[in-house]
């Protein structure tokens, strides 16, 4: 027996067939649009038409970050640094960027990527968001000139390596801490065993020294005297105006200020920010 549709069902089928194939179409070209366009460019320019290198640190601030590491929240002086010399040599970047929101991180990522940007032949401006703490302090003031809002919070240098003791609460859970290290000094800060009056004096004394060496950057990059930078230098963090007041920053601000700046800065050419 033969089964034969009718031309009702023969329309539909050939309707939903071209619907398919659309459907199909339309799927096709938003996959290669995903893998070729990494992003919508907020101004309508293409990518390749922003001439400001926008390099962002935000989060907490380490030397290197390792792909496996479960970092959401942190930068690290490795990239920016990359980051800073690729727009030095791309003849297409008129001026570099660090946007910053962090509290701080690594003294020595912070030094250099503050070294980075005193390097650069190119205009380089830090604009401060809610943060600029700290390390992240320490690097904005390598910069040319920092922005910040009159709402941020900037500042905080000083220098910590404090952490919790847990002997005492070992000792009550009826755990023992067996120091098995060759070196007089190699177990050193272990949270498991309280330190002694020397060991925290030998750590004092390290601290000081990035103590002086955060102190006497800031002073340098920011032509400010040493002695004044001292009477800051409690760790407080203070606002953006009276972070203007003492000079730790050049001006209140935020990105569109900070594009009017480099425009007048470069002459008058038009400038893009890379988002």
């Given at each position: 027996?033969?089964?034969?549709?009718?031309?009702?069902?023969?329309?539909?089928?050939?309707?939903?067939?071209?619907v398919i194939l659309a459907v199909t179409v339309i799927?096709?070209?938003?996959?290669?649009?995903?893998?070729?366009?990494?992003?919508?460019?907020?101004?309508?320019?293409?990518?390749?038409?922003?001439?400001?290198?926008?390099?962002?640190?935000?989060?907490?601030?380490?030397?290197?970050?390792?792909?496996?590491?479960?970092?959401?929240d942190c930068a690290s002086s490795e990239e920016v640094v990359n980051q800073i010399r690729d727009?030095?040599?791309?003849?297409?970047?008129?001026?570099?960027?660090?946007?910053?929101?962090?509290?701080?991180?690594?003294?020595?990522?912070?030094?250099?990527?503050?070294?980075?940007?005193?390097?650069?032949?190119?205009?380089?401006?830090?604009?401060?968001?809610?943060?600029?703490?700290?390390?992240?302090?320490?690097?904005?003031?390598?910069?040319?000139r920092i922005f910040a809002s009159d709402m941020s919070d900037v500042g905080s240098i000083g220098i910590t390596s404090s952490y919790v003791d847990n002997s005492k609460k070992n000792q009550k859970d009826g755990l023992t801490y067996?120091?098995?290290?060759?070196?007089?000094y190699k177990d050193t800060?272990?949270?498991?065993?309280?330190?002694?009056?020397?060991?925290?004096?030998?750590?004092l004394n390290d601290l000081q020294v990035g103590y002086d060496i955060f102190i006497k950057n800031v002073a340098n990059n920011r032509h400010l005297d040493i002695e004044k930078v001292k009477a800051l230098a409690d760790g407080n963090s203070m606002d953006g105006q009276k972070a203007l007041d003492n000079g730790l920053i050049d001006q209140l601000g935020s990105l569109s200020d900070v594009e009017t700046y480099l425009a007048n800065k470069i002459g008058g050419e038009t400038l893009y920010v890379c988002r």
């Open positions: 027996m033969k089964f034969y549709l009718s031309s009702k069902i023969k329309k539909i089928v050939k309707i939903t067939s071209i799927i096709f070209w938003v996959v290669v649009s995903c893998l070729f366009i990494d992003e919508w460019p907020s101004n309508n320019k293409d990518k390749s038409d922003c001439n400001v290198a926008n390099i962002k640190l935000y989060g907490d601030l380490y030397t290197y970050v390792k792909e496996t590491d479960d970092c959401k727009a030095e040599a791309n003849n297409d970047i008129k001026a570099i960027l660090l946007t910053i929101d962090s509290t701080g991180g690594n003294p020595v990522a912070a030094e250099e990527i503050a070294n980075t940007l005193k390097q650069a032949s190119k205009p380089t401006v830090a604009l401060i968001r809610s943060s600029g703490d700290s390390g992240a302090y320490f690097a904005a003031t390598g910069a040319e067996n120091s098995l290290s060759l070196g007089k800060g272990n949270p498991d065993k309280p330190l002694t009056d020397e060991e925290k004096k030998m750590i």
